[in-house]
C-alpha cells in the first residue's frame, strides 16, 4: 500500500463510542470500579444478578483469593496437606497484584454479602465472599440497602 493510502485509512484506535459498544454486555463503569478494588478500594454495592439483588462490599481478586484459602475448613486439623491446599487457592491472587487491563476485567468479587429477598430483606445467611461473572451484572448501585 502506498503512503497515500495509508493516510486514507482511518486510525486503528477504537473510538470511545466503539469501545462502549464492543464491550456492551459489561458495564464499563463497574469495570472502572472493579478496577479501583484491584488496586485496594473496597466500596459498598448493591448489584442485580438474574433479578436477584445482592449487596456487600466489592474486593480486589487477590483479597477474594487470599479469603477464599483463609475460609476453607478442614475437616482433619493438623494436616500438612491443608497449607497446600491453601496456597493453591491464595495462589490464583496473584494475578491480581497488577491490575489488569480495564477492558479485561471480567469477574466481580464481594465480601459480606447478602442476597435479598423480594420484599427487600436480606435471605438470612452466614456473611461470605462471593465471585460473578460481570456480564451477567443486569444494574447495581452504589450502597446497601437500609433497614
Known amino acids: 500500500m502506498s503512503d497515500k ?3 486514507d485509512l482511518p486510525d486503528s484506535e477504537p473510538s470511545d463510542i466503539q469501545r462502549v459498544a464492543e464491550t456492551c454486555n459489561k458495564d464499563w463503569f463497574l469495570q472502572e470500579m472493579i478496577n479501583l478494588a ?3 478500594a473496597e466500596l459498598d454495592i448493591t448489584i442485580n444478578v438474574g433479578g ?6 466489592l474486593i480486589g481478586g487477590q483479597k477474594y483469593f487470599e479469603m477464599l484459602a ?3 475448613n478442614f475437616s ?10 491453601k496456597k493453591f487457592f491464595s495462589g490464583f491472587g496473584d494475578m491480581y497484584q497488577e491490575a489488569p487491563p480495564v477492558d479485561s476485567i471480567g469477574y ?3 465480601k459480606d454479602i447478602k442476597f435479598h429477598a423480594l420484599s427487600g430483606t436480606p435471605v438470612p445467611s452466614n456473611s461470605t465472599i462471593w ?10 448501585i452504589l450502597g446497601r440497602p437500609s433497614g
Open 5 to 7: 493510502e495509508n493516510q
Open 38 to 40: 484491584n488496586v485496594g
Open 52 to 57: 436477584v439483588l445482592a449487596s456487600g462490599t
Open 70 to 72: 483463609e475460609s476453607i
Open 76 to 85: 482433619n486439623e493438623g494436616n500438612p496437606d491443608n497449607e497446600t491446599v
Open 108 to 110: 466481580i468479587h464481594m
Open 131 to 140: 465471585r460473578g461473572r460481570l456480564s451477567q451484572v443486569n444494574g447495581f
